[in-house]
């Protein structure tokens, strides 16, 4: 990959890493500082990656396990056992929007294994077989991590739409705690 | 002017070389000896072995103060299982060598079968060599050190006494 | 459900300006994949004289202890033989004082 290869890798690609980054730590500040690092990695290694599909495959794969790393090496670790996930927070307005604010904050509360799963199936569109590529892990444990997340997930976001709908006098109940600890504790 | 530089080569060449002695005459005892000892050293060789010589360790001391100066070391050390291996009259191609004016004998003594002789060569009455051989039934020596000034400098690792007075007592007159 | 996790986890864009501040930061350690290259070429050459260096001073002492050795044996003969010498003389003094006393 040349020089002028790089730039328009970083152009095209700049929103995918920024991405996976933004939705494992929710914290954009994180994610811009962790995206950085790893074009400059890639512009270290640029002679080696090819630029197409295997330069693809590359920043996936970096960017998550670079996202990996830093939350091990952070020292403020608010990640939350699974079956511990708070429930989705409910402010005050309607949207969905809010249910999705809160799925993403719930996302960036996983483990980080399961973390990095969801965020490349869903986020994305990964096969679960690429994904267990991505983090080296078998394509079972891949499948074991989208199943429990999604799970919980579903479960909490449900509880939440019944609560929307069962609230009496239209307004919506300002409960739960909010998942905040995700990623703000991060350096 | 050529004939003069080969003169001069020559005399050079004669300098150098006539402290030292051919001992290939010897190399015919070597396969029949039951025991043999031959030490071949040039001026290199003896200043590389001195500079790895203790000047703290006893032995070595010794031998240290004693090779400066010292050009050349050569020795053929045979024994024989019986004494008719060699023959006086064998040492004649070595004792040859030292007929020239420059060698002076010092010591000189047969008897009995046994032959020993010490030459010193000497270069403006300055000693500069030494040859010794002794033989005797089933066993010879012979030892040239180039570059020697005195006996007694040999002698680093044993007694020595009278015989060091003797070699510096015995200097020829000058011509 | 899913519809809602991509939803959640569409992709987002870069902040602005991201592409220029990554480019920059290429811009200074332009040779800093190289200067690696070249440290190791340094290293490897200096290793490689250092060992030549290693095995000419090891083998120079070598040669050395051996000639050590040699001129010590030839000390150890010639003071030996010259001890003999001393021994023959004192017997054919003696011999000579006998005669001449008798």
């Known amino acids: 990959m040349t020089r002028d290869d790089f730039e328009s890798v970083v152009h095209e690609h700049q929103g995918m890493v920024y991405s996976i980054a933004f939705h494992f730590f929710h914290n954009p500040a ?68 809010l249910l999705q604010e809160g799925i993403r904050r719930l996302i960036a509360s996983l483990p980080d294994k399961p973390r990095a799963v969801m965020v490349l199936r869903y986020g994305q569109d990964m ?61 | 002017m050529r004939k003069l530089m080969v003169a001069v080569w020559m005399m050079i060449a004669g300098t150098c070389l006539a402290q030292q002695i051919d001992l290939k005459a010897l190399d015919q005892f070597a396969a029949k000896a039951k025991s043999k000892t031959e030490i ?22 010794a031998v240290k103060k004693s090779v400066n100066g010292l050009k050349g070391f050569f020795l053929r050390s045979y024994e024989f299982d019986n ?36 030459w010193f060569h000497r270069t403006n009455g300055q000693i500069d ?47 | 459900m899913e519809r809602d996790l991509r939803e959640a986890l569409r992709r987002r864009e870069a902040p602005p300006g991201f592409a220029e501040r990554v480019l920059a930061r290429t811009q200074q350690p332009e040779t800093r994949g190289h200067s690696w290259v070249w440290l190791a070429a340094a290293a490897l050459v200096l290793l490689m004289i250092g060992g030549i260096g290693v095995v000419q001073e090891q083998r120079r002492q070598a040669e050395g202890e051996r000639a050590k050795q040699e001129l010590m044996v030839a000390f150890r ?23 001449s006393e008798q």
């Open chain 1, 30 to 97: 994180i994610a811009e500082e962790v995206a950085q690092e790893v074009f400059l990695k890639l512009f270290e290694k640029r002679r080696a990656v090819e630029a197409g599909a295997h330069c693809i495959a590359w920043l996936r794969r970096t960017t998550t396990h670079r996202c990996i790393d830093t939350l091990r090496r952070s020292n403020f670790r608010h990640e939350v056992q699974m079956e511990d996930l708070p429930e989705v927070s409910v402010a005050a307005t309607e949207s969905d929007p």
């Open chain 1, 127 to 187: 096969d679960p077989e690429d994904i267990g590529k991505t983090l080296q892990m078998p394509v079972r444990t891949v499948w074991s991590h989208l199943n429990r997340a999604t799970a919980l997930i579903r479960e909490k976001a449900a509880r939440y739409r019944m609560e929307m709908e069962h609230e009496p006098d239209g307004t919506r109940p300002s409960r739960g705690i909010a998942s905040e600890g995700s990623a703000s504790g991060l350096r």
């Open chain 2, 40 to 61: 071949n050293m040039d001026e290199s060789m003896v200043k590389s072995a001195a500079s790895f010589l203790n000047p703290e360790k006893g032995d070595e001391a």
């Open chain 2, 83 to 118: 004494s008719g291996i060699f023959k006086l009259e064998d040492l004649k191609p070595i004792l040859d060598q030292i007929k020239g004016p420059n060698w002076t004998s010092f010591l000189r003594n047969q008897e009995d079968g046994e032959q020993t002789e010490i």
């Open chain 2, 129 to 175: 060599g030494m040859l010794l051989v002794a033989a005797e039934p089933g066993e010879l020596t012979v030892i040239n050190a180039v570059g020697l000034t005195r006996l007694e400098d040999l002698s680093a690792l044993g007694e020595f006494g009278k015989l060091a007075d003797q070699s510096q007592k015995k200097a020829p007159p000058k011509p």
């Open chain 3, 77 to 99: 003969i010639t003071g030996s033989k010259l001890r003999d010498v001393q021994e023959r003389l004192a017997t054919i003094q003696q011999r000579a004082l006998q005669r």
